[in-house]
């Protein structure tokens, strides 16, 4: 059984910067495809960025250029630091894990944490 656990949301002023944790724990995770998923009030859940074991990334358009996702050197640890952050950033953030194929934002994930709180501020 795999499991997820969030940390490093808050509330911050647009512009501002937000790093996100995710740890994970259980067999195998390190060579499990991770990524990061958000869901803002009222809205469905949106796909943000993935990671591959080997280090490949994928990135949603609306966050391209502003978030980067990376990997803890042991690999059971995955990152999402948020730069020139926007009010429509504001959401619920999610860690999630899959077995290391089809590593994309469309693909079901098997595993979620519970989730953190980003909120930014005009």
């Known amino acids: 059984q795999v499991q997820l656990a969030e940390s490093g949301g808050g509330s911050v002023q647009a512009g501002g910067s937000l790093r996100l944790s995710c740890a994970a724990s259980?067999?195998?995770?390190?060579?499990?495809?991770m990524a990061w998923f958000r869901q803002a009030p009222g809205k469905g859940r949106e796909g943000v960025a993935s990671?591959?074991?080997?280090?490949?990334?994928t990135y949603a358009n609306s966050v391209k250029g502003r978030f980067t996702i990376s990997k803890g050197n042991a690999k059971n640890s995955q990152y999402l630091q948020m730069n020139s952050l926007k009010p429509d950033d504001t959401a619920i953030y999610y860690c999630?894990?899959?077995?290391?194929?089809?590593?994309?934002?469309?693909?079901?994930?098997?595993?979620w944490g519970q989730g953190t709180q980003v909120t930014v501020s005009s």
């Open positions: 990671i591959n074991f080997d280090g490949s990334v």
């Open positions: 999630a894990a899959r077995p290391n194929y089809a590593c994309r934002l469309g693909s079901n994930y098997n595993y």
């Open positions: 259980g067999y195998g995770v390190s060579r499990y495809c």
